[in-house]
């Protein structure tokens, strides 16, 4: 009954109250052919996340992350990574960062 309640309540894109959410960070991994984009999930990944390295297309991938409902999405894509970037999603907004940024690079 809670987590209807929980889903319920909430207005638009679903987002996991931080209290309960399962996974706060989601790995999408859209390049699964890409061996950079492979090599910087792989480094990202500790467990502690959710990691979406399966065979579909980016649409797929993001539509179901939006149902998970993780607050904060990576999106890795040969396109970004050719220029060294990233896509950091949180609660809707989009900033592309360098990957230097990032601690396990």
Known sequence: RLVAAII???SGDFVWPSIIVPYNIEI????TK?????DFC????DGSQLYDDRDERPGVKLAD???YGCPVKLVVGP???KNRKVEYRH????VILDIDCFFRF
């Open 91 to 94: 609660n809707g907004k989009v």
């Open 28 to 31: 999408i991994n859209l390049g």
């Open 79 to 81: 396109n970004n990574m």
């Open 8 to 10: 319920e309540s909430s």
């Open 42 to 45: 792989n480094r990202q990944y």
């Open 34 to 38: 890409d061996q950079d984009c492979i």
């Open 65 to 67: 992350a939006d149902l």
